[in-house]
């Protein structure tokens, strides 16, 4: 690996990609970079847009790969995100280690890990994430309960960077405001997947309280899931169907405009046993856009969700209270253009997306090569 001539060389490896996760690889200047992934599975990106891309069938097919591409480092997925992120993981000690070069890894899963996989499996997991992180030469972690979880598989802390920026940060050339987009009349957006752990069922039960109160409102509903079925017949049953606007998944431009189009957008996420929100970049994306938000206190949302500064916090599983929140921000103009400015100027500091990317690179070449 000595006496290269080129800029050093950064495999990013992850089990499954998606657009605004991808774009913000333009903007390495010090690094050649290239994302190596296994499933785009979110219906929104195109790798021929991307020639930092490359997708690999199999684990397996990752080592010849990365022999073509001849890192000078790796980023490995954090083990605990699923079964195939911790093969990856391994997969990224072991490369790493024959090609004696240096890796790293970021951590935001926030679960407690005994409440996520219960005792044993737990230990093991414990176990596995400090045999893994024994030879990283640095871990990154976006959150206080990734930190946690760190610090609970005994990994020192002299190889732990905090780097609260969300995954790569917002790009806010995709992601910004334009007054001229927004609604006339109130529109309140839910974006996201219509799982349960997104709260979707939340939003519904709050959506007749904010008719009742705010009269002429709208409601989009972005987003495609395991619930889609029962969103559907739930609009029907209620008469909804003027009201409520089904879009299912939409991307790039549209999906920035959705953002401004919006008054609000809800974002109620529920913690399950095995998950609560790491980062939550729809709420980081409506803030781009200076749409206020409406979330809930599930993980790290409050991290950077500062109740009635840069949004506004309700508790989980409480439809009366998202109802509220919403109305107070559909029909407080004062307390919409605080939480307008208070979001927007949170992502301008802490998630720019080109700001974000310098600071990694910078972390890369002074803790990893």
Known sequence: ??????????????????RD???????FKKLEVRHFYLRAPYGDFNPREFATTE?????????AAL?????DAIQGPEPYASRTALRIALFTRAYAKKHKIPYFFPMIENRPVKKRFGSLIGAIMRRTLH???RDARMVLWGNRGAYRNLIEAGVPEEKLQEFLRSVWGVDQDLFFPDEKERAKEPTIAFIGRLDEEKGIQDFLDAIPTVVRSVGKAHFEIIGRGALEADVKRWIIEHGYQNTIRLRGLIKDAALTRAFERAWVVATPSRTTKRWEEQIGMVNLQAMATKTPVVSTKSGAI????????????VNEHDPAALAHALIRLTTNRRLWHTVSEGGYARVRAFYSAHAVIRELERLIISKVL
């Not at 690996?1 to 998606?18: C, D, G, Q, S, Y």
């Not at 022999?67 to 890192?71: A, I």
Request: aromatic letters at 14%.
């Open 1 to 18: 690996m000595e006496n290269k001539k080129h800029k050093p060389r950064i495999a990013f490896l992850t089990e499954a990609i998606r």
């Open 21 to 27: 996760i991808q774009t913000p690889f333009r903007f």
């Open 55 to 63: 997708h690999v069938n199999a684990i397996k097919d990752l080592w």
């Open 67 to 71: 022999d073509r591409f001849q890192p």
């Open 131 to 133: 045999f893994y992180a």
């Open 302 to 313: 409050p991290e950077y969700v500062i109740h009635e500064r840069t949004g506004l916090l």
